[in-house]
């Protein structure tokens, strides 16, 4: 093995969302991380072109983050949140709300991205439940959403492989379409002119089950995971105003948006358009120790408090909720992206790697090249009869050569950590048009 992992057994670990046999059968390790760059076990270097998986904002092994956990570590390691608190909780939720919207300001703590969307579900459904709206019920996600692996998330995400290895899911659940077109907005830089009607699809919906059953819209402001989506110019807007004018509750999930990734702490303050709720994870933690959000708006909060008919005014948490690594991890992290002003960084950054990655339009199987903030998706024509091994080789054969890619379908995606240099964007584009040109 070249990575001089020759003596690991690897049966043991069912690895997530990977070909184990295949992976297993060619392994790819790497064991150690410092600012822009895994190394591998035998010292090859490796430029984090997506973060780690969207969520190393900061860059790998900071040392204010490693030190805040380490004190938390050796001071007290755990605390409960249920009916007992510790100072680290409060701090960091005043923090986090001061990055979010005005009005969403009220944060309840979960440990990864796919419990704040359950999380978040749940809240829309207390909240018009408390209100005397029982019947709002239906939760509308997106085609091509993703939004975690609980139940909730798989339900209203939009991903046809859920459906068919675990079924129905929940019931009461429609989609919206999704906003990828190809034919109107190939190669388009930033937000797409065309398809902010796709939003009055809503209304559609709306007009199927009636408003009076609906407790919920999802959406990422951004798809991230299903190939870089950026939301045509518009479409939002016209999302919020569908959803006020019937009473729903709008809810982006900011796993990947959040913190930085667009220019802004919140891809809600990027693009203008201020939902009830966001769910927010990976950055908010540089990813040291798992650590997710959700930010609600006073009014749903405040309603719930009122309302309540139980002393328990949301029946929901979990044993790690607010743990006290996690605190220390995101409040060092939050201090990093201030004191560096990261997410001006990556606003200021984001022309060039603009540019940078739309030069590589032309590069031979491109059919389309996206790109927001420090995201780009990179769409390749798929290979006749076999769709997304073209895109596999391209990401193995760069990391073989040095540049850690994720790829989704025959989609490319990138979104490195938001201190990247100038000269890193460089080395990143050259080397993946080298392997456009190679791969067949
Ligand atoms: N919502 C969104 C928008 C996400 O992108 C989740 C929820 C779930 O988060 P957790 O922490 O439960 O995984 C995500 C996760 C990829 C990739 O390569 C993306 C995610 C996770 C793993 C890989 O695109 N996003």
Redesign the pocket.
Known sequence: MADGNATIDMDAFWMP?TPNRRFKAQPRLVARAEGMYYYTGDGRKILDGTSG??CVNAGHGRKKIVEAIQKQAAEMDYAPSFNLGHPLSFEIATRVAELTPPGLDRIFFTN????S?DTALKIALAYHRAKGNGAKTRLIGRERG????GFG?ISVGGIVKNRMHFGTLLTGVDHLPHTHDIERNAFTKGQPEHGAELADALERIIGLHDASTIAAVIV?PMA??TGVLVPPKGYLERLRAICEKHEIVLIF?E??TGFGRVGKAFAAEYFGVTPDII?M??GLSNASVPM?AVAVSRKIHDSMMENADSPIELFHGYTYSAHPLACAAALATLDIYRDEGLFERAAQMAPYWEEAVHSLKGARHVIDIRNIGLVAGIELEPRPGAPTQRALEVFERSFDRGLMV?V?GDII?MSPPLIIEKAEIDQAVELLGQILAEVD
């Not at 993703?146 to 692996?149: A, E, K, L, P, S």
Request: charged share 20%; aromatic share 12%.
């Open positions: 969302f998986l969207w990864s991205g796919s419990e969307v993703y939004h975690g692996v998330g990422e991230g995971s999930d796993v990947i769910t994870a990976k997710g994720r989704t995606a």
